[in-house]
């Protein structure tokens, strides 16, 4: 018997919909249903890795964990990861297929919608109920010709749809009306409820709002979702970077300031959630030199085009800016491609990224990348192997996290400070990364890194004491619990007798 479905969609892209789906999924978990997510395309450079080593969006991995299984590449059969140039990686099933322009990916929508199908089909051949999410709108009426994501899946799946507004940007009632008027009369059958997002202030000013949606549109109100500051939980999209603060404004308190380069092409920003729930740290994304101030730690993140990226930052002046900080001992890490920039070169022969064979990198590292056209992708687990420099507080703690990387960097000879024990479940023994001399500076290919609460602190506390300062450690972090929150406002703000109903489930 085929699971139930139900479909979370959006008047826009940022509406909300990726953390309502997470919260729909923990909410049934808690229920006793046995619940999957599901999203047809994703675009975003925030991805993650199954057990299987397939790449799939981070906002799947989100929901799957607060529904209690393993995320598998069936949950988001489809990845778009930006590139420069405007084109994206297109990832099939967890695996890439090629890069494309728009108008070729459009071309290849005839064979990806089988895909799309079959991975809906399998998922709810496997569990008692499907939440789907879709992606932007359904009424972009220059695409809905082509789309493989919106309302051809919910009727495909004959999906009753949840129609998200976010009433913070302004115009909400305009933004449900107008993508109701915008659908066609089957497509518009097939909307079951309203719910208004992201609400701000006294619920009884809006009520005459919500009496006027029913009444225009036929349709209930399932509820209204205030705006929240306390729940933390994965974003999707970079968009969510925008209201972070690019200025030094910690206090004089002697906490640490952290500065992130805010790339073009960032990727996997949520690997620095957890700095910045620390209770003495300030976390902040730097776009320009002007902005690099002198911090305490200075971090590259992953990006999708490293060469592109590293020109950028030569453009803006940061590379000068870190080269500087450098001499002055601050530390410097870099993640997957911010650690490929740290190197002394990068070589693409084949063109994988650039039509130029070589390109000098930073020179903080002495390591080489060499670009390929296959992709690693593998969950990772091991051990600290070094306990020297930003290490040295944290020899033999465990660490584990993914890879997610096109290409090999080679030369850290002797200066691997990661040992690498299980790979995509499998044993091995394996290093990783580059701390260089000074151990100061230090270069990894494991996303999730700061994620490790014991290593995490360890790094934290040695930054601290080389600077004569102490650290008050913030709380401890449980995602599992943050669900949890984010599943008890959510019920509190949704008729969820209502959504059972819709959905076809018994309570």
Request: charged share 25%; hydrophobic share 40%; net charge neutral.
């Amino acid at each position: 018997m085929k699971a139930k479905v139900l479909m979370v969609q959006g008047t826009a892209s940022h509406v909300g919909k990726s953390i309502l789906v997470a919260a729909l999924c923990r909410i049934f978990r808690q229920d006793g249903i046995r619940v999957a997510p599901f999203k047809a395309q994703n675009m975003s450079l925030n991805s993650f890795v199954t057990p299987d080593g397939g790449e799939i969006g981070r906002a799947q991995a989100v929901q799957a964990e607060a529904a209690g299984i393993p995320p598998s590449v069936e949950m988001n059969p489809i990845l778009l990861k930006t590139e420069a140039d405007n084109r994206s990686q297109v990832v099939v099933m967890g695996k890439p297929l090629r890069s494309a322009s728009a108008t070729e990916y459009y071309q290849l929508k005839t064979i990806l919608w089988p895909k799309v199908m079959a991975a809906l089909d399998k998922l709810r051949s496997e569990y008692e109920l499907v939440v789907i999410e879709g992606a932007g709108g359904p009424a972009e009426v220059n695409l809905k010709r082509d789309e493989i994501v919106n309302m051809r899946v919910a009727r495909y799946a004959r999906a009753p749809v949840l129609l998200v507004g976010d009433i913070e940007r302004g115009g909400v009632f305009a933004s449900l009306l107008g993508t109701l008027e915008l659908l066609e009369p089957a497509e518009r059958k097939l909307v079951k409820a309203l719910v208004i997002n992201k609400f701000r202030g006294d619920l009884s000013i809006l009520e005459p709002g919500l009496k006027f949606l029913e009444e225009r549109t036929g349709l209930p109100v399932a509820g209204v979702v205030p705006y929240f500051h306390d729940i933390h939980v994965a974003e999707e999209d970079a968009v969510a970077l925008d209201g972070k603060r690019p200025y030094n404004t910690k206090s004089t308190s002697g906490g640490l300031d952290i500065a992130v380069l805010r790339l073009p092409h960032l990727s996997n920003f949520d690997d620095f959630d957890p700095l910045e729930k620390e209770k003495d740290v300030v976390l902040r994304y730097v776009s320009a030199a002007d902005e690099m101030g002198h911090p305490d730690l200075i971090i590259i993140p992953g990006t999708k085009t490293t060469m592109a990226d590293l020109d950028w930052l030569e453009q803006r002046g940061l590379a000068r800016s870190l080269r500087e900080e450098h001499r002055k001992g601050t530390p410097i890490v870099g993640i997957c491609g911010g650690y490929q920039m740290l190197g002394e070169r990068i070589l693409d022969p084949g063109a994988v990224e650039s039509s130029d064979p070589v390109r000098e990198g930073l020179g903080l590292l002495p390591v080489t990348t060499t670009f390929s056209a296959s992709k690693e992708t593998h969950q990772v687990k091991g051990k600290v192997d070094s306990g020297r420099g930003l290490l040295l507080l944290a020899g033999g703690l465990p660490v584990e996290g993914y890879e997610i990387h096109m290409g090999a960097t080679r030369g850290a000879h002797g200066r691997k400070p990661f040992a690498i024990r299980e790979r995509s479940g499998r044993t091995c023994k394996r290093a990783d990364g580059c701390l260089d001399s000074s151990g100061q500076v230090l270069g990894t290919y494991i996303h999730g890194l700061f994620h490790n609460e014991e290593l995490r602190r360890a790094i934290l506390k040695q930054i601290a004491g080389s600077k004569g300062r102490h650290l008050e450690p913030g709380p401890d972090f449980s995602r599992e619990a943050e669900y949890d929150k984010l599943a008890e406002l959510i019920r509190r703000s949704l008729n969820m007798e209502l959504i059972y109903e819709i959905a076809g489930l018994r309570r």
